[in-house]
């Protein structure tokens, strides 16, 4: 018989059995891997969503692997949801503009979790990173007053409850990746640490359009029992050394015990009745004109130096780091002369009071004592901080 005569007869037997091959595998049989990407590209990168898109088409080789992408563009049509998968690209409009607002995040990833049940999934934040709480510009919200970033803590608890939601599903959230600029500080990775299984980010610039993405989903559909932490690595190993400066991974589950191993590290130094502030330290990421980034253990080596203080905490806390924390660490080959040094995460180091007091309802700043330390180093009302090199 023709393949045109078989056809209907195996429709039929299809759906004598309860749905075809697509609806057995959405509705019954999760996805080995699902990718979700945000682009809320309304800004100038909007010239790199379409190579982006491209590039992640031609890695969806896998039937059992499937990208989402919500991407706002600077036109005024709305936003738009893309699902690749290996038989090709799907589009469909989305009404409003606010890329910016967590509710139209937590809207898209819901839509991911409902339509997309997966085993492994891995959440992408593609877009620019501002201050130390911003992150994904939208330059035309589409209405007045509405927001031009993420805000980092509100963007946390989404992505934490819709983790918990896809992990009663069965799945797991096995990477969350903010490839944005500076999003690498200790206090954001802390902030979301329910994320996902593992939690990458940068230091400091991050380049665009990127091009990892085509050999990253080819190893995902080839690995279906792949975790996070290989998914991330792979994503180090493919990415051309002008896209990044450092990418580093830490566990989610070693973040829940920051506090208690941080701590110990903060009091020596707060005992101190004059605390001397370091010096000859250059910020991996600034956002003028009042905030600075500082590798984290840079940053405290100096200060336990400066200030002869004993460093036995602070080694118990830099082996945990190093065995415990981090879970993966690259700095990009052309960048090591600058970067060869830093520990993978930075302390947000303000030029003022005002700067730091922005961000009081931070976890980490409720608990530990990492604000007070950071604001006795502040300099008086009125004095400017010198240093810090200016990164976009």
């Given at each position: 018989?023709?393949?045109?005569?078989?056809?209907?007869?195996?429709?039929?037997?299809?759906?004598?059995?309860?749905?075809?091959?697509?609806?057995?595998?959405?509705?019954?049989?999760?996805?080995?891997?699902?990718?979700?990407?945000?682009?809320?590209?309304?800004?100038?990168?909007?010239?790199?969503?379409?190579?982006?898109?491209?590039?992640?088409?031609?890695?969806?080789?896998?039937?059992?692997?499937?990208?989402?992408?919500?991407?706002?563009?600077?036109?005024?049509?709305?936003?738009?949801?893309?699902?690749?998968?290996?038989?090709?690209?799907?589009?469909?409009?989305?009404?409003?503009?606010?890329?910016?607002?967590?509710?139209?995040?937590?809207?898209?990833?819901?839509?991911?979790?409902?339509?997309?049940?997966?085993?492994?999934?891995?959440?992408?934040?593609?877009?620019?990173?501002?201050?130390?709480?911003?992150?994904?510009?939208?330059?035309?919200?589409?209405?007045?007053?509405?927001?031009?970033?993420?805000?980092?803590?509100?963007?946390?608890?989404?992505?934490?409850?819709?983790?918990?939601?896809?992990?009663?599903?069965?799945?797991?959230?096995?990477?969350?990746?903010?490839?944005?600029?500076?999003?690498?500080?200790?206090?954001?990775?802390?902030?979301?640490?329910?994320?996902?299984?593992?939690?990458?980010?940068?230091?400091?610039?991050?380049?665009?359009?990127?091009?990892?993405?085509?050999?990253?989903?080819?190893?995902?559909?080839?690995?279906?029992?792949?975790?996070?932490?290989?998914?991330?690595?792979?994503?180090?190993?493919?990415?051309?050394?002008?896209?990044?400066?450092?990418?580093?991974?830490?566990?989610?589950?070693?973040?829940?015990?920051?506090?208690?191993?941080?701590?110990?590290?903060?009091?020596?130094?707060?005992?101190?009745?004059?605390?001397?502030?370091?010096?000859?330290?250059?910020?991996?990421?600034?956002?003028?004109?009042?905030?600075?980034?500082?590798?984290?253990?840079?940053?405290?080596?100096?200060?336990?130096?400066?200030?002869?203080?004993?460093?036995?905490?602070?080694?118990?806390?830099?082996?945990?780091?190093?065995?415990?924390?981090?879970?993966?660490?690259?700095?990009?080959?052309?960048?090591?002369?600058?970067?060869?040094?830093?520990?993978?995460?930075?302390?947000?180091?303000?030029?003022?009071?005002?700067?730091?007091?922005?961000y009081s309802h931070y976890p980490i700043y409720r608990e530990t004592r990492l604000d007070d330390l950071v604001g006795r180093l502040l300099p008086p009302p009125g004095a400017q901080r010198a240093g810090g090199r200016r990164a976009r």
């Amino acid at each position: 018989m023709s393949r045109r005569t078989l056809a209907p007869l195996a429709l039929v037997a299809a759906l004598l059995l309860g749905g075809g091959a697509r609806a057995e595998q959405t509705a019954t049989k999760p996805w080995d891997w699902v990718l979700v990407y945000y682009m809320a590209y309304d800004n100038n990168l909007e010239p790199c969503g379409r190579p982006i898109l491209d590039m992640l088409g031609k890695g969806v080789k896998s039937p059992r692997l499937v990208v989402t992408c919500q991407a706002d563009f600077t036109d005024n049509e709305g936003m738009r949801r893309y699902t690749i998968t290996h038989e090709g690209e799907k589009v469909e409009a989305v009404p409003g503009e606010g890329s910016a607002e967590e509710e139209t995040l937590r809207d898209y990833l819901e839509w991911v979790r409902l339509t997309f049940p997966g085993r492994r999934l891995a959440l992408i934040f593609l877009n620019h990173g501002g201050k130390l709480g911003e992150m994904s510009l939208d330059e035309n919200p589409g209405r007045e007053g509405g927001q031009n970033w993420l805000e980092v803590h509100e963007t946390s608890r989404v992505v934490a409850a819709w983790r918990e939601a896809v992990k009663k599903d069965g799945g797991e959230v096995e990477l969350l990746f903010l490839q944005q600029c500076g999003k690498g500080a200790l206090e954001n990775y802390h902030a979301f640490r329910d994320g996902g299984r593992v939690i990458m980010a940068s230091q400091t610039v991050v380049g665009a359009p990127n091009y990892y993405y085509e050999k990253a989903l080819r190893w995902a559909g080839q690995h279906p029992e792949g975790t996070g932490e290989e998914l991330a690595a792979k994503i180090r190993e493919f990415e051309p050394a002008n896209m990044f400066t450092t990418y580093t991974a830490m566990r989610g589950a070693a973040l829940e015990e920051l506090p208690a191993r941080l701590e110990p590290v903060l009091a020596p130094l707060l005992k101190k009745e004059q605390l001397a502030a370091p010096t000859g330290l250059r910020s991996c990421f600034d956002q003028p004109p009042d905030e600075l980034f500082i590798d984290g253990l840079a940053l405290l080596e100096a200060l336990y130096t400066q200030n002869e203080v004993d460093r036995a905490p602070l080694d118990a806390f830099a082996a945990w780091v190093r065995d415990e924390l981090l879970c993966g660490h690259r700095v990009s080959p052309a960048r090591e002369r600058v970067a060869s040094s830093w520990c993978g995460f930075s302390i947000y180091l303000p030029r003022s009071r005002r700067a730091l007091e922005r961000y009081s309802h931070y976890p980490i700043y409720r608990e530990t004592r990492l604000d007070d330390l950071v604001g006795r180093l502040l300099p008086p009302p009125g004095a400017q901080r010198a240093g810090g090199r200016r990164a976009r």
